[in-house]
């Protein structure tokens, strides 16, 4: 691969001036993003259609994908959580260009190939509609069953609190898909049904208890049309 070929300072720059040599590195062509001459305004304007094109979730995927990065593995590392917490998707393209410089490009589509690889399990969808009605308390409901779950007698076994401690909903969507596979439709009914039985949450809020009965009772039918 050849190396970019530096301006000379005798070169006249993109505004009649004479450049520094590295000034206007960012106009050579970039081997990574695999496209002759493009520049970093056109990239970011490539990222912004690309995020734009992403539904609400799918974003919540692609920055979930972004702050859980292996750098071993992925070949990228992370972003910060905090920071993609209330990160539109303008917001997304400033932070991946900071972090990535030229790399950005290689890093999103290795981001949205993970994405399309999930399609077939496209039961996270509704197994994150359901934690999404659960509010801040019921969550912590959720994540309680999930770590003192006995596998003799809950019949799935337990998730450490380690990895539950600060986990949001699409982190236990992803950790409940991970450790249990197939069954996370059968563990979700299980615990949803205890939390509804619970007394210290039964009658406290009819109108959320209503939404999260519904999703129960439709939830072989939403696991079996995304799967």
């Excluded at 190939?113 to 969808?125: E, P, T």
């Excluded at 950790?175 to 049904?193: D, F, R, S, W």
């Amino acid at each position: 691969m050849r190396a970019p070929k530096l301006p000379k300072r005798g070169d006249r720059g993109r505004f009649g001036v004479t450049p520094n040599p590295y000034e206007e590195l960012h106009l050579v062509t970039n081997p990574v993003c695999g496209v002759h001459g493009q520049d970093i305004k056109d990239l970011k304007q490539w990222l912004k259609e690309t995020l734009e094109d992403l539904d609400s979730k799918e974003l919540k995927y692609f920055h979930w994908f972004l702050h859980t990065a292996d750098t071993s593995k992925d070949g990228f590392k992370p972003i910060k959580k905090s920071r993609l917490e209330h990160a539109d998707r303008l917001d997304t393209v400033d932070l991946m260009f900071q972090i990535y410089t030229t790399k950005t490009r290689e890093v999103a589509e290795n981001i949205l190939k993970k994405m399309n690889k999930n399609k077939g399990q496209d039961f996270r969808d509704g197994l994150l509609d359901i934690l999404e009605d659960l509010d801040d308390r019921e969550l912590r409901y959720f994540h309680w069953y999930l770590y003192s779950a006995d596998k003799s007698k809950d019949g799935f076994k337990a998730i450490k609190k380690s990895r539950l401690e600060g986990a949001d909903r699409l982190d236990t969507v992803e950790l409940m898909a991970q450790t249990y596979a197939a069954n996370t439709k059968e563990v979700t009914k299980k615990i949803l049904e205890k939390i509804e039985s619970s007394k210290g949450l039964s009658g406290r809020n009819k109108t959320t208890s209503t939404v999260k009965v519904f999703h129960w009772n439709n939830l072989d039918d939403s696991f079996q049309q995304r799967m």
